[in-house]
């Protein structure tokens, strides 16, 4: 899962709103989201609680930040990504004695500190998906929930770990996780995002259609030799993840009349492969995959002087009438490293969120 924290951050920078005289900007220390402040309230080096996007706040909190009806979503306790006169804002600050019970400076409080439950947070999730057929149970061995974690969160690893090293880059699709195992017992898995789904023998659940239809699952016993024949040792599971777009799934941005299955990613024992031998696979198999924007070039160089969250923002390449959701950004060759696990950052395109109603 990746990081969700309502936590204690210092003020960075602070800066006029373009177009609001009584709005100001701002941005925290540890973090890379802007958001929109009232003027001459806050000032670089303040300690603030800040309240991400997809916070779920209770009523009383909602209270007391003056946020009654002011919020997002059907109940109006929700935030969300906004344009506020123009200028992007995500997430909102607070004065920890506004939030905080028996809030003083001196009661052992540290920047950094997660109160998420402290405030009675909880973290917005869409509703499930309804599909056809199918119960759902644990997923298989060296299958894993996937998650990664975002750029704004990770400014200071993104500049360490891939602004300068060679990287592929992708598009983030909107859609529902699907992943295909091909077992050591020649067993097939088809799983979403936490469960594994046990098929029905008499109705074809849509992520076994999805596959199906493809022709990826009946491209797995190849796929799986190839992959051995290059990495030089037998594989005990081979798995593909992919996004399920189309019809019912989110907003249907692409505008599909068929659900269809995107590729973004391949694994050999539950780990990724190289992004070399990945492009190499889906062009060889002809599996559709996530389209590429870059592939080799460093972060730094495709960026040219753009912000991650500037970059993210454009025109999906399925289909150009719509924004992309985000970008997906890995180097080359996997790495890991203490505080991003594997080194994997996505970011959600600040554009596509403002406009989301997901």
Request: glycine share 6%; net charge negative; hydrophobic share 45%.
């Amino acid at each position: 899962m990746s990081t969700f924290a309502v936590s204690l951050e210092r003020i960075a920078t602070v800066w006029p709103h373009d177009n609001a005289d009584r709005l100001a900007m701002a941005q925290l220390a540890s973090m890379s989201y802007q958001f929109v402040i009232p003027k001459d309230t806050y000032q670089p080096g303040d300690l603030v609680v800040y309240f991400p996007i997809d916070s779920i706040l209770p009523e009383p909190l909602i209270a007391a930040l003056g946020l009654t009806g002011k919020l997002s979503g059907v109940e109006k306790n929700r935030i969300k990504t906004l344009r506020l006169r123009g200028a992007i804002s995500q997430g909102i600050v607070a004065k920890p004695e506004t939030v905080i019970p028996d809030w003083t400076p001196q009661n052992a409080w540290q920047e950094g500190d997660d109160i998420t439950e402290l405030l009675g947070v909880t973290r917005y999730d869409p509703p499930p998906m309804v599909s056809e057929a199918g119960v759902l149970v644990r997923m298989p061995p060296m299958v894993s929930v996937y998650d990664i974690e975002g750029a704004e969160r990770f400014a200071a690893q993104v500049e360490t770990y891939l602004m300068d090293q060679p990287v592929i880059i992708t598009e983030k699709l909107e859609g529902s996780h699907w992943s295909i195992s091909l077992l050591a017992d020649g067993a097939i898995a088809v799983c979403r995002r936490h469960y594994r789904i046990q098929p029905d023998p008499e109705i074809e659940h849509d992520w076994f259609k999805v596959a199906r239809v493809s022709g990826i699952r009946d491209k797995l016993p190849a796929i799986k030799a190839f992959l051995e024949e290059r990495m030089g040792r037998a594989l005990r599971i081979l798995t593909l993840r992919g996004e399920v777009i189309g019809p019912s799934v989110q907003g249907n941005i692409y505008a599909l009349r068929e659900r269809q299955v995107w590729v973004f990613e391949v694994e050999a024992n539950g780990q990724p492969i190289d992004a070399p031998l990945y492009v190499e696979l889906v062009e060889k198999f002809q599996i559709v995959h996530a389209p590429i924007l870059a592939n080799g070039v460093t972060l730094r160089a495709w960026l040219a002087g753009r912000t991650v969250a500037e970059a993210s923002n454009g025109a999906s390449l399925l289909n150009t009438k719509t924004l992309r959701e985000g970008i997906v950004i890995r180097p080359l060759i996997e790495a890991r490293n203490e505080a991003l696990g594997r080194v994997i950052i996505k970011q959600r395109s600040p554009e596509y969120l403002a406009g989301s109603e997901n």
